[in-house]
């Protein structure tokens, strides 16, 4: 069974991301491997793109609704099941899926463990004959990005960079919740530690992998703070 279910994730993942990104590295110039995994995110963050789109304005929604989330929590506070069932009812009158960016990131999961896959092992000649007939081989991959940084190996800036990244990501989509005595102390304690812990765990994870995955990790952030800006911009002007 696990068989199976690795050949299923090589087939559908591992491979078609493996040969796009060499397909991509034979026609760029200089052939910089650096710039072929940016071309490859931005393609994947587009292909991506609609459910972003839903995911950042269910996100925004949810900020605008914390006041009225708060005051359900207040009135029914010694209700668990009646505080659920009004703030699903809200949810419903909204239209909005409260769940929509949890699914986004485990769509974007599969993927990220594929490119690790490509990045750790696909630089070995030995994986170019994994290539498909319309695809060029060539000979040999350089892991280099602008003749500067071997993508192929951790990188300390990069993970770093990563890192601040994903710290201004997750602070534009989270929900302001006042700090108020008790339980909102609380929630607001939470959700500043958060803000802070995945940056940290980002950085602790890819300060082990390659810097390709690292590459990734920031220019797919850079794409996603901005289309989240633009979008969220637009949601509060309507």
Known sequence: MFDFLVN?????????????????YNYIPGRDFGIAVICLT??????????????????RVLQRLQP????IQKKYKDDKER???????LYRREK????????LALVQLPVLIALYQV?????NSSELGNLYSFV???????PFFLGLVDLSKPNLIFAVLAGIIQFFQTKMLMPQVKAEKGK?????MMQKQMLYFFPVITVIILFNLPSALGLYWIVSGIFSIVQQYFIMARADRE
């Open 8 to 24: 299923i994730f090589n087939v559908f993942l591992y491979h078609p991301l493996f040969n796009f990104l060499i397909l991509i």
């Open 42 to 59: 931005l393609i994947i963050r587009l292909i991506i793109y609609p459910l972003s789109i839903k995911a950042i304005k269910s996100q």
């Open 68 to 71: 009225k989330i708060q005051e």
């Open 83 to 89: 505080q659920a069932k009004e703030t699903l009812e």
């Open 96 to 103: 909005i899926n409260p769940f929509s960016g949890l699914f």
């Open 119 to 123: 990045f750790w092992k696909g630089l």
């Open 136 to 142: 060029s081989n060539p000979g040999i991959v350089s």
């Open 184 to 188: 909102r102390d609380m929630a607001a």
